[in-house]
């Protein structure tokens, strides 16, 4: 069988025989004999074979230790995240990991690819034109015995996300959120939905004599004032509304659960911090595979080359919106007494 080489050797089996058996001759009248170098003499003198050795390093260094490959290879299997939401959770542990990383760990363990019959269990969101939000509330730390919420939204095709901090979860806090809102996103909102809670409905609000409330809810009224479709939840199926529970997940992730807050004002300042880069910066995994985009941000580009009749502002004035939240900081909204 025809023997390979290493692409710069000088020597061939039959040389290297030949120097070996040569011991007592000098290294320099070898080289010469040769035509090679008294370097490569010497280490073929003193070397018990004539094969070339392996190119591969004796000692490897991975940048992943064997805890944090485990917790990789776990995630994976156990929900088949995204790759960028399973590096942001490693990344919670160790800063100085990469996305590529995780990524040849992924390819090594062969589970980059996500089986087709995870994709077939996996329930999709009806395909919607920008303009769909999903809206929740979820729990912030306390501050000085003081409770404080989040108000998240985020937009179905676009996947781009807006929140604010309230002191209370009312229904006077939703309606204001609602016009935040409004403000905030780039489109026209279409639809809104949420799950039943008494700070977006009324509808389980039940009387003494057993029956349900009919009259709309503040969140109700600001719908129908803007033609806007509000749809509610099926009573205790959070999944049902998971792209908004899975966006609390990641911001508090990647803030609160990262970071110990000593004020109101510290962990604000940061998750506007955030919210800008989640939106201009952050790849999102989930967006539409056809539309070849990574952010939401260009994804919000896209839409608006698709279809720029159901955008209020063009991209570039969203995100010099977008950047102006950590410049122009958004105040926790100081709750107006309800009478």
């Known amino acids: 069988m025809q ?27 070898l080289a010469s004999r040769f035509n090679t170098s008294t370097q490569t003499v010497s280490k073929w003198k003193n070397r018990g074979f004539v094969q070339d050795a392996s190119c591969c390093p004796i000692n490897i260094h991975y ?8 917790v990789i290879i776990s995630l994976r299997r156990a ?22 990383s995780v990524y040849r760990c992924l390819v090594k363990n062969n589970i980059n690819n996500v089986p087709q019959d995870k994709k077939d269990i996996a329930k ?30 985020i937009d179905r095709a676009t996947r781009a996300l807006f929140y604010c901090i ?9 309606e204001d959120f609602f016009d935040k809102c409004m403000a905030f996103f780039p489109i026209y909102i279409s639809h809104i939905l949420t799950d039943n809670g008494l700070e977006f409905t009324n509808r389980l609000i039940m009387s003494k004599k057993g029956n ?21 939840t099926k ?12 966006a609390n997940g990641t911001i508090k992730n990647a803030t609160i659960l990262r970071t110990k807050y000593l004020n109101l004002d510290q962990m604000q300042t940061d998750m506007m911090q955030f919210l800008v880069h989640y939106n201009t910066d952050r790849r999102h995994g989930s967006l539409r595979k056809e539309l ?13 080359e698709l279809k720029p009749e159901i955008f209020k502002i063009t991209p570039q004035e969203f995100k010099n919106k977008v950047l102006s939240l950590t410049q122009n900081k958004v105040n926790s909204h100081q709750q107006r007494c309800e009478t």
Not at 5 to 27: G, L, P, W
Not at 63 to 70: F, G, I, K, P, V
Not at 84 to 99: A, G, H, K, M, P
Not at 133 to 139: E, K, N
């Open 3 to 29: 023997q390979i080489y290493h692409s710069n050797a000088t020597t061939n089996v039959n040389n290297r025989e030949q120097i070996q058996k040569c011991f007592s001759v000098s290294n320099q009248e």
């Open 63 to 70: 940048a992943l230790s064997e805890l944090e490959t485990a």
């Open 79 to 100: 929900s088949w995240l995204p790759i960028d939401e399973i590096y942001e959770t490693v990344l919670l542990q160790n800063s100085s990991i990469s996305r590529s």
């Open 124 to 153: 999709k969101f009806k395909a919607y034109q920008p303009g769909y939000l999903h809206i929740d509330v979820t729990y912030l730390p306390k501050f000085n015995g003081n409770s404080y919420y989040l108000f998240v939204a």
């Open 166 to 174: 309230y002191p209370n979860k009312s229904a006077l806090s939703t």
């Open 212 to 232: 349900l409330c009919t009259k709309d809810s503040l969140l109700d009224i600001k719908c129908k004032t803007h033609d806007i479709e509000h749809r509610l």
């Open 235 to 246: 009573p205790a199926t959070p999944k049902t509304n998971g792209m908004v529970e899975r």
């Open 292 to 304: 070849n985009v990574k952010t939401p941000f260009q994804a919000i580009e896209k839409w608006y």
